[in-house]
């Protein structure tokens, strides 16, 4: 393992601290992570790309509405963010489930 500081000694002089090789590690390691996701991310869409094309001619065929739903997700610490998936349910599901929880809160809390 590497040691958090490497110290260097100068022949003419006193010793001298390098950087901070751990954060620098660090630093290097994350960046060929992200490579290494979007070159996986883009040859998987490209490979399933047929598919995804398949999947939403026959949502359209088979139900009007769009193709895809989009929702507000929470995220890493708490920042939001919108998440796109194929739609699977009836179009207007929300709204659906908002006045099914008005009428079983007005049901069962009298």
Same mark, same amino acid.
């Given at each position: 393992?590497?040691?958090?500081?490497?110290?260097? =000694?100068?022949?003419f002089?006193p010793?001298i601290?390098?950087?901070?090789y751990?954060?620098m590690?660090?630093t290097?390691?994350? *960046?060929?992570k992200?490579g290494v996701?979007? @070159?996986?991310?883009l040859f998987?869409?490209?490979?399933?790309?047929?598919?995804?094309?398949?999947v939403?001619v026959?949502?359209? *065929?088979d139900s009007?509405? @769009?193709?895809?739903?989009k =929702?507000?997700?929470?995220?890493k610490?708490?920042?939001?963010f919108f998440m796109?998936?194929f739609?699977?349910m *009836?179009?207007? @599901?929300?709204?659906l489930?908002?006045?099914f929880?008005?009428?079983?809160k007005?049901?069962y809390?009298?």
């Amino acid at each position: 393992m590497l040691s958090e500081k490497i110290i260097t =000694q100068d022949v003419f002089g006193p010793n001298i601290d390098s950087k901070d090789y751990s954060t620098m590690k660090h630093t290097i390691e994350n *960046v060929v992570k992200r490579g290494v996701d979007i @070159a996986c991310s883009l040859f998987f869409i490209m490979l399933f790309s047929p598919i995804f094309f398949f999947v939403a001619v026959l949502i359209k *065929v088979d139900s009007k509405g @769009a193709v895809f739903f989009k =929702q507000k997700r929470c995220g890493k610490s708490g920042k939001e963010f919108f998440m796109l998936k194929f739609r699977t349910m *009836v179009d207007d @599901a929300e709204i659906l489930k908002k006045i099914f929880l008005m009428k079983w809160k007005g049901r069962y809390l009298k």
